[in-house]
């Protein structure tokens, strides 16, 4: 780096150190208390902060509705099939107990994330604003506390309760990152924990925690660096006192330094460990660091975890981890869930993370934005490799507020998650060649600026890799790139990927292949998903170039053309995971996404506004492509058939049918209705299904196969029953409406359409609208395929739940061109 770029970057750091949110991690009772309950809300604006504290006798605003923390207003609308999805204000209080107020410390106010301006009043005195959804920060309130507490009048009126207001907005705004032409909704809301912290008048600000590994001989040099927080600038010898303990919880190294401070200091402490126990995927061993801090004005005591690792990306690949090579086996996530959006409890994230892990997850990118520190911890704790970045999303570059936006998240970010053994790379963005927001679109600005990402990323972080993916015009910036990859999807077939694939690794130093897939409807197969393909031509580039997302025009492509089936969907899954089991060169891929997600650019998608290329519904559901990455990425035997909500096949008489069988196993034999159809071995080489598959008749009616694998002394077993239909069905003619079952007050209808003799329309994608009138509350808005009041068919069938109340409702179900179908629903009673 040269001296003027040096000092430029320098500088940069300084002015943005100011706003950097404080990371006060580790917090136990006694230092933090979250404030979850409680809550209230209104959507909308307020005239100013004074209406969320006068008599609401004396106002026309809607009424506060309580609400608890996290919670984001765009729960439900993000995925409403009528209407776009709430951007504007929305203002919440809260009543902190003065109780909880300590005289002797500082108390500061913890946002973990919000969205995504935000500005926080104790009572009508503006104490702190943020600009940013996904980064944290804290403000400090000691001061207005005091101020409100010290009148004693205005106190008691609020019986000893100190208001907390906050207004958050996620408005449009051309000046900010994440750009709203981004592939995923903006939400709004405090959709992450908010908690008061309550510190010594010097406290520890931030820790920082460096090592130098030696894979070889066990050993690792510690460097623990620490910020204190002094604002009123307190003179006086402090102590600090460090512990470690290895990931046995033994305590291996500890000492006390002791320092006269007068200011906000770094206190640096090195420390050598031997005999260490490195962090890796599949021991994802953890160290644990206490620091306590104590001066007259008291003792402060944070713990961190953090965890002895190497990684390499070799230049034109592959990747090694503690000297050994892996093979970066990932996909990626949105904070985004049915319910919640943005706001997804805790239990729900561990779920989410913990399936990853099950299904042979090593690595993941967060996408696209800093994401909750506990995804982080889960990371870390499961042995998950990470990629995260920073919102800088599409639409182009904006002004100076806009860059000096991108430059504090990028910072915050890097501080924020610095002790995580699990992130690899720092993100610098994602799709930055995408123009939209600007009049001009310069191509030398947005490198100029992505070269200052780069080396501000590089000067708080020289331990990690940067990258971005698809901006090919800065690729030779930054030190990780990956190129935009759809063979099969949005361009090409997937017979491509890897001719298209050695190309851009020999294209670029480091190349790691991130986003690839296929959208695909939950519960519709397909005899024959390549009937609608034909017109793909080999060779015109595997690219997703602008609006290929769309659902018209352009060329042919697989997107636009296909038929959105679980089973195209896992033959290209399949086809990929094939070819990466010989790709020796390689350092990895991570597949798009995990999780159906919602997003505002997808309004006619099978369920509106509903990302579907996710390995699982948007409610964690399984789809049939789980399977098919445990069958190539994970080692304990387990063994699956296609086709588990295939519920109807179809095909002439006595007509052979392909039945796949994903499987880890050596070996595995298929039984179809009680009666082998051979044993297959199993080849990674041979697709699909790694040679795990048969073509065997069925017979018209009912039909049950089974299949034993076997790996050693390990069977594992899946079965399976279907209808299979020899007749062809006719016009769409009427809709069928049965009640499936009823659980927990919550009934399931299944809604067929019918030609005139009743045979079931299975190629018909129709969309379906559902309506409940009555007592009952249709569950809906969840952007499943069985949780929203439109979607479309998949194989003629569609479903509705319905909460069930005392009285009576009536589901109806409409398709154009067809008689509206209704149904009762009551409660049962004994």
Not at 747 to 769: G, S, Y
Request: include cysteine; charged fraction near 25%; proline fraction near 4%.
């Amino acid at each position: 780096m040269n001296n003027q770029v040096y000092k430029k970057v320098i500088q940069i750091v300084i002015i943005a150190a100011f706003f950097i949110p404080m990371q006060l991690t580790g917090q136990g009772t006694e230092r933090s208390v979250i404030l979850n309950e409680g809550w209230e809300f209104v959507k909308g604006d307020l005239g100013g902060v004074w209406e969320a504290l006068r008599d609401e006798k004396l106002s026309a605003l809607p009424a506060w509705t309580e609400v608890k923390v996290p919670h984001s207003f765009n729960a439900l609308d993000a995925v409403n099939p009528d209407v776009p999805y709430y951007q504007g204000p929305g203002w919440y209080r809260f009543y902190i107990d003065s109780e909880l107020i300590e005289e002797d410390k500082r108390s500061l106010l913890y946002f973990e994330g919000a969205g995504q301006k935000t500005k926080v009043w104790i009572y009508d005195q503006l104490v702190g604003s943020h600009i940013g959804g996904y980064d944290e920060f804290t403000i400090d309130i000691t001061d207005a506390v005091q101020d409100f507490l010290s009148q004693k009048e205005l106190t008691a009126s609020f019986r000893n309760m100190i208001p907390l207001v906050v207004r958050v907005d996620n408005s449009r705004d051309l000046e900010m990152i994440p750009s709203d032409l981004s592939d995923f909704n903006l939400y709004g809301g405090l959709y992450r924990k908010v908690s008061l912290i309550r510190v010594p008048g010097i406290s520890l600000e931030r820790v920082q925690i460096s090592s130098k590994t030696d894979v070889k001989n066990k050993k690792a040099e510690i460097s623990i660096k620490t910020e204190l927080y002094n604002p009123d600038t307190i003179k006086q010898v402090v102590s600090l006192k460090y512990t470690i303990s290895d990931p046995d919880l033994k305590n291996i190294a500890s000492g006390t330094i002791e320092k006269l401070v007068s200011k906000a200091e770094e206190i640096e402490i090195k420390v050598d460990l031997k005999k260490i126990t490195l962090w890796d995927v599949k021991n994802p061993a953890l160290y644990s660091l206490e620091l306590q801090l104590t001066g007259s004005e008291g003792t402060d005591i944070i713990k961190e975890k953090f965890g002895l690792r190497d990684f390499e990306f070799v230049p034109h690949g592959p990747f090694f981890l503690n000297g050994e090579r892996i093979f970066l086996r990932g996909t990626h996530r949105h904070e985004d869930h049915a319910g919640y959006a943005q706001a997804m409890p805790e239990k729900l994230v561990r779920q989410e993370m913990e399936m990853m892990k099950e299904m042979g997850v090593n690595f993941i990118r967060l996408g696209h934005y800093q994401q909750d520190k506990f995804v982080l911890e889960l990371c870390d704790e499961l042995g998950i490799m990470v990629w995260e970045e920073i919102p800088w999303c599409r639409g182009g570059l904006g002004n100076d507020s806009y860059k000096d936006q991108a430059k504090r998240m990028l910072t915050n970010m890097i501080e924020q998650h610095y002790n995580h053994p699990s992130v690899i790379i720092w993100g610098m963005g994602n799709e930055n060649d995408w123009p939209g927001d600007f009049k001009s679109f310069e191509k030398d600005s947005i490198r100029a600026f992505m070269k200052e990402l780069n080396d501000l990323s590089h000067l708080l972080d020289p331990s990690r890799k940067t990258a971005i993916r698809r901006c090919e015009f800065c690729a030779d910036i930054i030190d990780v790139y990956s190129p935009s990859i759809w063979a099969g999807w949005y361009s090409g077939k997937y017979t491509e990927y890897m001719d298209v694939s050695k190309m851009w690794n020999e294209k670029v130093d480091h190349f790691l292949h991130v986003e690839w897939g296929a959208s695909m409807h939950t519960g519709r197969h397909s005899e024959d998903p390549y009937k609608d393909l034909s017109l793909i031509m080999i060779g015109g580039g595997t690219d997703e170039k602008a609006g290929d997302f769309l659902l018209e025009g352009g060329r042919p492509r697989a997107s636009k053309d296909g038929d959105w089936s679980e089973t195209y969907g896992c033959d290209l899954i399949d086809w990929h995971l094939k070819e990466q089991e010989k790709m020796d060169w390689h350092t990895g891929t991570a597949y798009w996404p995990f999780k159906d997600f919602s997003t505002p650019l997808r309004p006619d998608n099978a369920i509106p506004y509903v990302n579907q290329k996710g390995i699982v519904q948007r409610d964690l559901r399984k789809k049939e492509a789980f399977y098919i990455f445990q069958s190539y990425w994970t080692e304990e035997p387990m063994i699956h058939i296609y086709g588990n909500t295939w519920p109807v096949r179809w095909g002439e008489p006595g007509e052979k049918k392909l039945v796949r069988v994903y499987s880890n196993c050596t070996e595995a034999e298929l039984f179809v209705n009680g009666v082998s159809a051979g044993t297959k071995i199993r080849n990674s080489q041979n697709f699909p299904a790694a040679g795990l598959s048969w073509n065997v008749p069925f017979k018209s009616g009912t039909n049950t196969i089974s299949v034993v694998g076997k790996s050693g002394k390990e069977t594992v077993k899946d079965e399976i029953s279907f209808e299979y239909q020899d007749k062809k069905w006719g016009e769409p003619d009427h809709i069928e409406l049965t009640e499936l079952s009823v659980e927990e007050g919550v009934m399931t209808v299944q809604a067929v359409l019918l030609d005139k003799d009743n045979l079931i329309c299975l190629d018909n994608k129709n969309f379906i609208r559902f309506e409940l009138a009555g007592d009952g509350e249709l569950i809906e808005d969840q952007g499943t395929y069985d949780g929203s009041s439109k979607v479309q068919l998949a194989n003629g069938r569609a479903f509705a739940r319905i909460k069930l109340k005392k009285g009576q409702s009536v589901l109806s179900a409409k398709i154009s061109g067809i008689p509206v179908a209704f149904i009762n629903a009551k409660e049962e009673t004994e």
